[in-house]
């Protein structure tokens, strides 16, 4: 079952900053935060994870609180391709398996 | 590299038919998944296999079966088609920690 909360929907304006939030209160030490997204019906597309420290790519940055019970995925420069559903999934490592267990995800709509 | 590829991208079947879907991971990937997304249950997880064995399976009926062949690509299958079937069915390959998905293959069923 999906561990995290995310708002349904967000707006947000072309060249501007995206700051997708996602609760993850019930996070166990062991578990990292992924973020994915998914253009209208292609496959996810992997962003970004991260375990504790704030991560930064070339798509993105997570900012992960330090209680880890929250996190924030930040598109700097939102452009009109940005928009899809992005998807916050928290997971233990690799060893016990690889299955993800997506939640609704928020759908990030950029304006132009 | 390439990456993930699943074969057919459409299908179109009836009740009752089985179909047979195929997906090639990412050169050296030894994990592959499968997800069914639905608009009502959103992306769920089926199996996952590792080194051709299944490793992990979710909670779907025993119609829903899978294998993997020792050069990593992977095979889904599902008997006896049902309406409720008709979903994008997405693989995605793994190695370490992060999937990475195909484009999925759309089954619909009349």
């Known amino acids: 079952d999906a561990k995290t909360t995310q708002p349904p929907s967000m707006d947000c304006a072309e060249g501007r900053a995206a700051n997708l939030p996602c609760n993850h209160s019930?996070?166990?030490?062991?578990?990292?935060v992924y973020w994915y997204r998914q253009i209208h019906s292609q496959g996810p597309q992997y962003i970004i994870h991260g375990l504790k420290n704030n991560e930064t790519n070339e798509m993105a940055s997570l900012i992960i609180t330090e209680d880890r019970k929250s996190s924030t995925l930040i598109l700097p420069h939102a452009t009109l391709r940005d928009t899809a559903v992005y998807y916050c999934?928290?997971?233990?490592?690799?060893?016990?398996?690889?299955?993800?267990?997506f939640g609704t995800g928020t759908s990030l709509t950029v304006i132009p | 590299k390439a990456g993930v590829t699943q074969t057919p991208r459409y299908l179109i079947k009836t009740r009752g038919q089985q179909v047979t879907l195929s997906c090639s991971p990412i050169?050296?990937?030894?994990?592959v998944s499968w997800y069914q997304q639905t608009p009502g249950q959103g992306l769920q997880f089926l199996f996952e296999y590792f080194s051709e064995t299944q490793r992990n399976k979710g909670n779907f009926p025993g119609r829903f079966s899978g294998r993997q062949f020792s050069n990593s690509r992977s095979e889904m299958n599902v008997s006896t088609l049902e309406l409720g079937d008709s979903a994008l069915y997405l693989c995605a390959s793994s190695v370490s920690d992060t999937q990475y998905f195909g484009p999925g293959t759309r089954l619909t069923v009349l």
């Open positions: 999934i928290v997971r233990a490592g690799s060893l016990t398996g690889n299955q993800f267990y």
């Open positions: 019930t996070i166990s030490g062991n578990e990292y």
């Open positions: 050169s050296g990937h030894r994990s």
